[in-house]
């Protein structure tokens, strides 16, 4: 019997006021995470959470060893949750992910977490290129502002950028379609 899974990815403390790379709307995200949990749980489905750790002695964040890299304590994490490390941001990428998929029977992939640019883009990619038939909540996930050649781009400019470009292999929803 296949079955979806949820993947929240990277929502860490690094990534929350205070943090060494405090991301726009990373507050809202959590909250819209959490109702996802919430029906996951009620549903008996399983969630698997992705931790990224920097291999690199003083990274600029997420360093081994420090608060910033811990799970948010506002997730619904408990001692037997499903909790795979990364360290790149394919979450795909040299870990234990694929393999987890295949022992829970999962098919589709429900998609959240942080940076949407950067780890939920890729990891996304990769669950389209596998077939997980990812979907991907817009208001689930966070980004930040990022810079080129003198030029900013705003967060929620690379965000609007980024779900668009998420269109053409995923399915793309606000938590409120995905809960109706």
């Given at each position: 019997m296949s079955q979806t899974a949820l993947l929240v990815i990277d929502v860490q403390n690094d990534y929350f006021p205070q943090g060494?790379?405090?991301?726009?709307?990373a507050e809202q995200a959590l909250k819209h995470i959490n109702r996802l949990e919430d029906l996951f749980i009620?549903?008996?489905?399983?969630?698997?959470?992705?931790?990224?750790?920097?291999?690199?002695?003083?990274?600029?964040?997420?360093e081994a060893g420090t608060q910033g890299v811990a799970l948010h304590s506002g997730l619904r994490v408990k001692?037997?949750?499903?909790?795979?490390?990364?360290h790149y941001p394919n979450s795909f990428f040299q870990t234990t992910l694929?393999?987890?998929?295949?022992?829970?029977?999962?098919?589709?992939?429900?998609?959240?977490?942080?940076?949407?640019?950067?780890?939920v883009d890729a990891t996304s990619r990769a669950a389209a290129e596998f077939a997980y038939q990812p979907t991907i909540i817009a208001d689930a996930t966070a980004t930040?502002?990022?810079?080129?050649?003198?030029?900013?781009?705003?967060a929620e400019d690379v965000q609007t950028a980024c779900?668009?470009?998420?269109?053409?292999f995923s399915q793309v929803v606000s938590i409120e379609d995905y809960l109706k």
């Open positions: 060494k790379m405090e991301l726009f709307c009620k549903r008996e489905q399983p969630i698997i959470y992705i931790q990224h750790i920097a291999n690199q002695p003083n990274a600029t964040f997420f001692i037997d949750s499903i909790v795979i490390e990364k694929k393999a987890e998929l295949e022992r829970l029977n999962v098919d589709k992939l429900v998609i959240s977490g942080m940076m949407t640019h950067m780890c930040r502002q990022l810079s080129y050649s003198g030029k900013t781009v705003e779900l668009s470009a998420f269109q053409m």
